[in-house]
């Protein structure tokens, strides 16, 4: 069974930290690019960050870049989005996603696994 698992979210105040963390199972995840994308209340569902399988090449969002930095462990089937200096705007519900094969980015259509989102909220 596919399982992408999301965690690390929750409250916090602007300018803090959190890290998250999207554990794969049931798929070669070395063979898979994994991306993080949020959707906020009301809003559609957008790219924050991704990393290639391979090489580990990233993309980030405008909005994110210098702020966030996703890596990735294959030894541990897990990658991590750390995310600094938070604003309220990043308050939404994160999701990651895995496609295999070349494609990294942020196009969703793409992406054959999903996991359930971690909450990450974000008080001024």
């Known amino acids: 069974e596919v399982q992408l698992q999301a965690s690390g979210g929750g409250l916090l105040q602007a300018g803090g930290s959190l890290s998250l963390s999207c554990l794969a199972s049931g798929f070669t995840f070395d063979d898979y690019a994994i991306g993080w994308f949020h959707q906020a209340p009301g809003k559609e569902r957008e790219g924050v960050s991704c990393i290639s399988s391979g090489d580990g090449n990233t993309v980030y969002a405008d909005s994110v870049k210098g702020r966030f930095a996703i890596s990735r462990a294959n030894a541990k089937n897990t990658v991590y989005l750390q995310m600094n200096s938070l604003k309220p705007e990043d308050t939404a519900v994160y999701y990651c996603?895995?496609?295999?094969?070349?494609?990294?980015?942020?196009?969703?259509?793409?992406?054959?696994?999903w996991g359930h989102g971690t909450q990450v909220t974000v008080s001024s």
């Open positions: 996603a895995a496609v295999s094969g070349d494609y990294y980015g942020f196009n969703s259509l793409w992406y054959e696994y």
